[in-house]
């Protein structure tokens, strides 16, 4: 690359700010984990923690993103370890506070891993579930293209979706799957920056894995531009015995180069005269640098020589996705530089002061952002980061609501299945012009037939950004599908990893605050199969990515499938997940309702995620007599036939297995006059509400009475309780701890089987003859 004199110079002159920032990042992030363990009381005695020299190796690649590369409109996945790099940069920009530096790791100060919702800095992704934070800049970028696509969203305000990963995230599965899904999307606009460190926390990298990643990114349609080499290394290359270095240092393996590292200087002259000192030049050439030189000179690599950085990102301005491998020493600039336990090791008081005492900083002046430096480079400095691109983003969009209509259409029909009643009302608003319909963007992984969205991408479309058509229509061969593709479309078709589904989701539920228009994402998947993507599901709940999901097929009712695909415990995920409304609908008429309320939770400022289990069971519709009912059931739970006061009885159901239980209710009720049946909707909500009112007399409130508390609070005190649902039993045996009734739970707690639905609820005890034994059983004497 040719630069003119004045470019030149120029250049120079950001490479010393830059080098000036790398320096400072490395300090403060270093003093503010060594300030969390080693100064701030700690009154538990136990180790606070924090990752010194995963955030020393990172200093000067996010000090050249930062405040060269990145444009306001750019977001950044940062590692979790890089966390306090993070924090300083903040800091230096004037976003971040000293107490929430000094209280690092502590209530209410800077987290511990980059959070959206924990941390007062802007954070564009949260990231500490490892590998995570790297998938969802792609499917970030995706949502950024399919916004474009609609009109949404200005093709010159597109930014790009960068993530800032340590080499050993290269591990994690969801990377290589998400590389798939982001080949058949033309994924575009995306960094991925490697921290090439080479240690982990149990290890030294392998050394053949390095050569590998090259073939596996440039088929998936990405470049791969790696940087080993610092601009002294390749100084020191064109010398005479250069060559010879450079043929050593290739050839050098991994765990070698980082014990050389740690020993220093010395160590090195020894080694590197003991391997290559006889060959031509390589021993005056080596003679030529001192000791500390040559060890500033052997770990001059890539990923910490500021020229060599701005190169790179100067060279990747285009569309194309980018790999960039960024060799790096753990530690660099630490006296825990190369060292195998480094990666949770820390600084000692007198390494910290040793350090503090280089870099000319007085005691007392720790926190000051420019000390000693001198007045000319700090207010250089401080203009430099005043006038970067990034002292200009904007806080995050606040997207207006979208309007909803006051109800969602009930599906006809004297028995319907919860999933069924789910498509048909999504299809019948796919048909409307409404913003709610427009908003819609539906996703499944590989699923979409089987859990009935079918209709709405007949009538939507499939999403891509090159139109594509549907080669059977216009072969004119029969098929339910007519799933033409093309940019208005709005279903994004996935592969059957659910990892990259729910990372999809969650980068279409945070639409509105990373690109100022909300979406109204709704995901299907098989509910046994949330499980696959779990870890993925709690990262986007953790950011408060705002989506509806929805599991079906679920429990038993998928009878001929088999113990693999009959769901037992989702209903207790759901009850266990923060940000997540879990609801469990037995009718057509409640999934209208939880539709419409779902879409509403969505866009609340203290809303959540909303998921619903539904079955493909199709059972008998309930005739409403009025509306009385709806409350109740947004809450958890109401009375599908109500008690009399004081009843000794009562039939606690949830979801499918409505009509055993009303078969039970109207065979029981003769002998038990004023049993009641309650239907639940939510034991989510139910348990939640219940927890909360205990608890507010705790936190400062006035004990109220949960929503729970008053339905069972019109039975007898010492009443039974039959509880029953397609799941586990423990998801409605706690209701027997509310007012210290009887409880005998019925539910599925074992893997499944195949056969009919008949026999299968006779074997797990689900069946109306299990319940009214339930019942018999709480009045016999023990």
């Known amino acids: 690359m040719s630069t003119s004199t004045e470019d030149t110079a120029h250049l120079t002159d950001r490479t010393a700010l830059l080098e000036a920032l790398d320096e400072r990042l490395r300090w403060l992030s270093a003093w503010t984990v060594h300030n969390a363990n080693n100064i701030r009381e700690k009154r538990d005695g136990l180790k606070v923690g924090g990752h010194q020299a995963s955030c020393s190796s990172m200093t000067a690649i996010m000090a050249a993103l930062y405040f060269h590369a990145l444009r306001p409109q750019d977001k950044v996945a940062v590692k979790p370890h890089a966390s306090p790099v993070l924090h300083a940069i903040h800091y230096l920009l004037g976003e971040q506070t000293r107490e929430k530096l000094e209280s690092f790791r502590g209530l209410g100060g800077a987290q511990s891993y980059p959070s959206r919702t924990k941390d007062t800095i802007p954070v564009d992704f949260s990231t500490g579930s490892v590998g995570l934070g790297v998938a969802i800049t792609a499917f970030s970028s995706l949502v950024q293209d399919y916004l474009i696509a609609h009109g949404q969203m200005r093709e010159e305000d597109a930014g790009r979706m960068i993530a800032l990963m340590g080499d050993a995230e290269l591990d994690e599965g969801n990377i290589y799957e998400c590389l798939i899904e982001g080949y058949k999307h033309d994924l575009r606009n995306c960094w991925w920056i490697v921290d090439y460190n080479r240690q982990s926390l149990d290890a030294t990298t392998a050394d053949r894995m390095f050569r590998r990643f090259d073939d596996i990114f440039e088929t998936c349609g990405w470049r791969v531009i790696t940087l080993k080499h610092g601009k002294l290394l390749r100084e020191a290359f064109a010398r005479p015995g250069g060559r010879a270095l450079e043929e050593w240092i290739e050839n050098c393996p991994n765990a070698d180069f980082a014990a050389l590292t740690y020993l220093g200087g010395e160590a090195w002259r020894d080694r590197l005269m003991k391997d290559i000192g006889r060959k031509r030049g390589v021993a005056v050439l080596l003679a030529s640098y001192d000791d500390p030189a040559l060890a500033r000179l052997m770990t001059n690599l890539g990923g910490h020589c500021i020229d060599t950085l701005i190169e790179a990102f100067d060279r990747m301005d285009d569309e194309r996705p980018t790999l960039l491998i960024a060799y790096t020493v753990k530690g660099y600039g630490l006296p825990l530089a190369g060292h195998k336990d480094n990666h949770s090791g820390m600084m000692s008081t007198a390494q910290i002061e040793g350090l503090r005492a280089d870099l000319g900083i007085g005691e007392g002046q720790e926190w000051d952002k420019w000390a000693g430096l001198g007045e000319n480079l700090a207010g250089a400095l401080e203009a430099f980061i005043a006038d ?267 979801g499918a297995v409505a009509p055993e239980a009303l078969e039970a209710w109207e065979t029981l009720r003769d002998d038990l006059p004023g049993i009641g049946l309650l239907g639940v909707t939510s034991p989510d909500l139910l348990h939640r509400d219940w927890s909360a009112a205990r608890a507010a007399r705790w936190n400062g409130g006035k004990r109220s009475v949960s929503h729970v508390e008053r339905l069972l609070g019109q039975l007898a005190p010492g009443a039974g309780l039959v509880t029953v649902l397609d799941g586990s039993p423990a998801a409605l045996s706690w209701l027997g701890a509310v007012r210290g009734q009887r409880v005998s739970p019925l539910g599925v707690d074992r893997f499944g089987q195949t056969g009919d639905l008949i026999d299968l609820q006779r074997t797990y005890r689900l069946d109306a003859e299990a319940i009214i034994d339930a019942v018999a059983e709480l009045f016999l004497p023990d």
């Open 388 to 654: 970067s691109p990034i002292a200009s983003k904007r806080r995050e969009h606040r997207a207006p609501a979208i309007k909803l209509p006051e109800h969602l259409p009930v599906p006809k029909g004297e028995s319907l299945s919860t999933q069924a009643a789910f498509g048909k009302i999504l299809h019948d608003l796919a048909k409307t012009d409404s913003e709610l319909a427009d908003r819609i963007v539906t996703t499944a992984p590989d699923v979409t037939q089987t859990t009935n969205l079918g209709a709405f991408v007949n009538q939507r479309g499939l999403f891509r950004r090159q139109e594509l058509a549907d080669v059977f229509q216009r072969s004119k061969i029969p098929s339910a599908q007519k799933w033409s593709a093309h940019g208005a479309g709005q279903h994004i078709e996935l592969g059957i990893a659910e990892n990259n589904f729910f990372l999809l989701l969650a980068s279409l539920g945070l639409s509105a605050q990373h690109f100022g228009t909300r979406l109204m994402p709704v995901g299907t998947v098989y509910d046994p199969f949330i499980a696959r993507g779990l870890d993925a599901l709690n990262y986007g709940c953790y950011q408060d990515a705002r989506f509806l999901l929805v599991g079906t097929p679920s429990g038993i009712t998928l009878a001929g499938e088999g113990g693999a695909h009959q769901s037992i415990n989702t209903p207790l995920i759901g009850m266990g997940q923060p940000n997540l409304d879990s609801f469990e609908p037995a009718f057509a008429d409640e999934v209208a309702l939880m539709m419409r309320h779902a879409f509403e939770r969505l866009q609340a400022e203290d809303g959540a995620s909303v998921y619903l289990r539904l079955t493909t069971r199709s059972i008998a519709q309930e005739e409403r007599q009025d509306a009385l009912w709806e409350k109740g059931a947004l809450k958890g739970a109401y009375w599908l036939r109500k008690p009399a006061a004081g009843a000794d009885a009562a039939i606690v159901y949830c």
